[in-house]
């Protein structure tokens, strides 16, 4: 080039031939509003989009409305409020107690008929598998409640009846369920 410039270095290109006022094509004014919009604009932007199916308070799903107000917080865990779950079918005390009076009652029952410990760790095993299957029917279709505090007495009495058992067996050296 005999300007100083380089090879790349070239002025703009000239405009297009079908440009009215010197623009290039993609540089065009918007196109002739729709033959049904009344005032310039396209059709779609005279009428509202429709409420968006989820929608509960029929604003539309991309309102521009404000939200509802929500309740302050209280200063202590800043951000918004979540929202609490809580169980259909709660655990409470009354339920729980009674569940495991009848494990002990239960329990007490079956240790009762024994003559020795080896009587009373196979009568609290029989307790214990059958107060277990109480529970899981309990916990099906009975009261959850009731459930644990049946299954958390025979857990225990269980466990104090093996205890005893190990006991016996480190002290006599001797397996006394034989």
Same mark, same amino acid.
């Given at each position: 080039?005999?300007?100083?410039?380089?090879?790349?270095?070239?002025?703009?290109?000239?405009?297009?031939?079908?440009?009215?006022?010197?623009?290039?094509?993609?540089?065009?004014?918007?196109?002739?509003?729709?033959?049904?919009?009344?005032?310039?604009?396209?059709?779609?932007?005279?009428?509202?989009?429709? @409420?968006?199916?989820?929608? =509960?308070?029929?604003?539309?799903?991309?309102?521009?409305?404000?939200?509802? @107000?929500?309740?302050?917080?209280?200063? /202590?865990?800043?951000?918004?409020?979540? @929202?609490?779950?809580?169980?259909?079918?709660? =655990?409470?005390?009354?339920?729980?107690?009674?569940?495991?009076?009848?494990?002990?009652? #239960?329990?007490?029952?079956?240790?009762?008929?024994?003559?020795?410990?080896? &009587?009373?760790?196979?009568?609290? /095993?029989?307790?214990? =598998?059958? !107060? #277990?299957?109480?529970?899981?029917?309990?916990?099906?279709?009975?009261?959850?409640?009731?459930?644990?505090?049946? !299954?958390?007495?025979? &857990? =225990?009495?269980?466990?104090?009846?093996?205890?005893?058992?190990?006991?016996?067996?480190?002290?006599?050296?001797?397996?006394?369920? #034989?």
């Amino acid at each position: 080039m005999t300007d100083g410039r380089e090879a790349w270095q070239t002025t703009a290109p000239p405009p297009h031939p079908g440009a009215a006022d010197g623009r290039e094509a993609w540089q065009t004014t918007a196109p002739p509003p729709h033959p049904g919009a009344a005032d310039g604009r396209e059709a779609w932007a005279t009428t509202p989009p429709p @409420p968006h199916p989820g929608a =509960v308070d029929g604003r539309g799903a991309w309102s521009t409305a404000p939200a509802p @107000p929500m309740r302050p917080p209280s200063g /202590l865990f800043p951000g918004p409020t979540r @929202p609490t779950y809580r169980e259909a079918h709660p =655990v409470t005390a009354a339920p729980l107690l009674a569940g495991l009076g009848a494990g002990v009652i #239960w329990l007490a029952l079956f240790g009762a008929l024994a003559r020795d410990l080896a &009587g009373y760790a196979w009568w609290t /095993l029989c307790a214990a =598998v059958c !107060a #277990w299957v109480v529970a899981i029917v309990l916990a099906l279709i009975g009261d959850r409640g009731t459930a644990v505090g049946v !299954a958390l007495a025979s &857990g =225990v009495g269980l466990s104090i009846a093996v205890a005893f058992v190990g006991a016996e067996w480190i002290t006599t050296e001797n397996w006394p369920l #034989w």
